[in-house]
């Protein structure tokens, strides 16, 4: 009997409001049944505060369609969901499109010379020292797949140089940028990308790749320079990170190609997709897949081409800075 | 107070902490006219002394910017030092040294080495070598460069009064590599600290010997700037190439006590408030880091846009505090110099609430500084 008043106490009171806000209020404040050392009971009772409140969030839900309808353009504007994305942190070095001071700056930046010219990039892919030489070398397979989506791109073994003598021979002969594709135990996870002239340096964390033979029913590659898009690179090193990614490929996409290379910044994770696209008509397109996939996440930015030694960081990537899971650098 | 920032593009950025924004900006941004240098051309800090990449050297207004004296050596400015009777002594990263008056060029000389940092001595009481003459008038320290050590040179004569000499070979036999990024005066009649691109602390005493007196090693990245704080001698701030910056205790030998939290980038600039515990630092994070050198805490962290490489803190005047004077009856001019004492205090007020007050005096202090403070003043450090 004990019990039985208690959850009368527990339940009643809040099932008779009826503000729409009375969900959120009972969600928040969800009754405790800890004090209840019986095992069946608490499962009964905790049973019956879920289809509570289960009951309410559809009520609430079906009141608010009905408002819709009712109301129609009138309707207050429908709830979204919380998500990372909407509640991240707030970000001082957010880029207004409007604002001068970074667009002065980005035009005397190290990008400037490949965004105000024509000269098409020359990308100079190589790996890590000592890399893993067998038949089937996933590293060897995602060089193949790079080479095929980043036209003017050539690839040489390492060779046990340090990576200073090869930028320094990259620079003499014209190279505007140099990528090295890092490999652990026979398999590629980072790269490393300077901007030549005297450009940063990039460090990435590369993960999930996949091939491109491994995409299902994927399109075939062609010459065509693509289409770039970036997507969400919203502050300042977001910024200089998406000119960097930006200016491995050329400037001057050719549409009859229909081909488009996408980068997509969520959480501070870049997807890199590659797609060919159709449109059946003026409002609708199809997408198929080219390949390769594979996600990006930055480590560092360094001041400089490569130098370990003394190069200066920008922007490193340090444990202290991981200060809440809303909080995003790109 | 007022932060006078440098960018890397160019441009100079006055940040008001009171008021918490940018209140001035001026230049143009470009990339051959990085500033590299900058310092107070006068106390009260109405004018600056520009040094840029391309060795333009120029006396600007602070407030617009305006351009006073210019003048062009050889090289990216490096070490700008302002002499008595309004000379300017600057010297440059290809070794070019010069001394300048108003518009006139008074003297130019090129040493042979690099100089990345310059310390500039006023007369010295002693020499510093049995040889060395005794002069009134100006040395400088300079250092900088792979493999190159540090050496005071005379101005007048522009002799080699002293030069360092590097710390015995490794328990290898190999020579221990040495480049000098950032000097500071720990007593500037003599005694010097560098902090190197090798990972090494060192200091420097000049009138005992010339290898280092001290040799520490620390860290994992090189360093970039040194700073030691003009209220506590014993307090050294450091910053390296992985945005790294820490606090150290010179007394303990370099002995860190810990580290600044929120640095992203290489802070390439650091300066010391003269008489609060606060210490601000630029770099290439983009932000303005106004930091509690006690307590480390972050009192400030500003966004401010470009890359920027020197950065210098003006206090707040008691010019600044008159119109609020102004407002206040005038029965209170009886205790004119306690109001505008109490009135500095309160100018203040919103950084110092964030600080903690040492109340303690030892009586040694109290009469070394004799009795010409009134009951609010606290000793603060």
């Given amino acids: ?330 | 107070m007022n932060v006078v920032v440098a960018s890397s593009t160019g441009l100079v950025k006055t940040y008001d902490t009171k008021r918490k924004q940018v209140v001035n900006m001026w230049g143009k941004a470009t990339k051959e006219d990085e500033i590299t240098s900058m310092v107070w051309a006068n106390e009260d800090h109405t004018q600056l002394i520009l040094g840029r990449k391309n060795g333009a050297l120029t006396t600007n207004l602070l407030t617009s910017g305006s351009v006073q004296t210019k003048h062009s050596l050889d090289g990216a400015v490096t070490g700008i030092h302002v002499l008595s009777n309004d000379r300017i002594l600057a010297c440059t990263e290809n070794g070019e040294i010069g001394i300048f008056s108003g518009d006139e060029e008074i003297e130019k000389f090129t040493v042979n080495r690099t100089i990345e940092s310059m310390l500039f001595s006023g007369s010295l009481e002693s020499g510093c070598q049995k040889k060395a003459p005794i002069s009134t008038d100006g040395r400088i320290v300079i250092s900088g460069g792979e493999g190159q050590l540090a050496q005071m040179l005379d101005l007048e004569t522009k002799q080699t009064l002293w030069s360092a000499r590097n710390v015995p070979l490794d328990f290898l036999d190999v020579e221990v590599p040495i480049h000098d990024r950032c000097l500071s005066w720990i007593n500037p009649q003599h005694t010097f600290a560098c902090v190197t691109a090798h990972k090494q602390f060192r200091v420097y005493d000049i009138r005992a010997q010339r290898r280092p007196t001290l040799t520490v090693d620390y860290g994992e990245r090189p360093f970039v700037r040194l700073a030691i704080s003009p209220i506590d001698p014993n307090l050294a701030v450091a910053s390296d190439t992985a945005a790294n910056f820490t606090s150290f205790d010179l007394r303990r030998k370099f002995a860190r006590i810990g580290g600044f939290k929120g640095v992203a980038g290489a802070l390439r600039s650091i300066a010391f408030h003269p008489e609060e515990p606060l210490v601000t630092a630029v770099g290439l994070d983009r932000f303005l880091h106004i930091f509690n050198v006690n307590t480390r805490a972050s009192v400030e962290k500003v966004y401010l846009k470009q890359r920027m490489n020197v950065v210098l803190v003006s206090p707040l005047k008691k010019q600044e505090e008159e119109p609020k004077k102004e407002l206040n009856s005038s029965e209170e001019e009886s205790s004119e110099e306690e109001e505008e004492y109490e009135q500095e205090i309160e100018g203040v007020n919103d950084i110092l609430e964030l600080l903690p007050t040492v109340e303690t005096e030892t009586r040694k202090r109290k009469q070394s500084h004799g009795n010409d403070t009134t009951q609010q003043k606290k000793r603060r450090h």
């Fill in chain 1, 1 to 330: 009997k004990m019990s039985k008043s208690k959850s009368d106490r527990i339940v009643g009171p809040r099932i008779q409001e009826e503000q729409s806000d009375s969900e959120e209020e009972y969600a928040f404040s969800r009754p405790s049944v800890s004090h209840v050392k019986n095992l069946d009971k608490r499962r009964e009772l905790n049973a019956e505060l879920k289809r509570k409140k289960k009951a309410l969030t559809r009520e609430g839900r079906d009141k608010r369609k009905r408002e819709r309808e009712e109301l129609g353009d009138d309707a207050p504007p429908a709830k979204q969901p919380r998500t990372l994305e909407n509640t991240r942190e707030q970000d001082d070095t957010m880029v207004t499109p409007d604002d001068q001071e970074i667009l002065d700056d980005e035009a005397i930046d190290e990008f400037a010379s490949y965004f105000s010219s024509d000269k098409p990039p020359k990308v100079y892919l190589t790996t890590s020292a000592g890399r893993v030489k067998k038949e089937k070398s996933e590293t060897m397979g995602f060089i193949k797949d790079m080479l095929i989506t980043i036209p003017n791109s050539t690839y040489e073994e390492r060779k046990k140089r340090t990576l200073k003598d090869i930028i320094d021979t990259c620079k003499a002969q014209d190279y505007t940028d140099v990528m090295v594709i890092n490999e652990d135990h026979g398999r590629p996870n980072g790269i490393l990308v300077s901007h030549l002239p005297d450009g940063p340096t990039c460090l990435f964390k590369l993960t999930n790749i996949t091939l491109m033979k491994a995409v299902y029913n994927h399109a075939s590659p062609t010459d065509h320079r693509p289409e770039v898009i970036q997507n969400n690179f919203n502050t300042r090193l977001g910024h200089t990170v998406a000119r960097m990614l930006a200016s491995l490929l050329p400037q001057n996409p050719q549409f009859e190609g229909r081909r488009v290379i996408t980068f997509h910044n969520q959480r501070d994770f870049i997807f890199f997709r590659q797609h060919r696209y159709i449109f059946d008509n003026a409002k609708k397109a199809r997408l198929q897949e080219i390949g390769p996939r594979f996600t990006l996440k930055l480590k560092y930015l360094q001041h400089g081409t490569f130098d370990s030694k003394k190069g200066e960081y920008e922007w490193i990537q340090k444990p202290e800075m991981a200060t809440s899971r809303r909080r995003f650098f790109l």
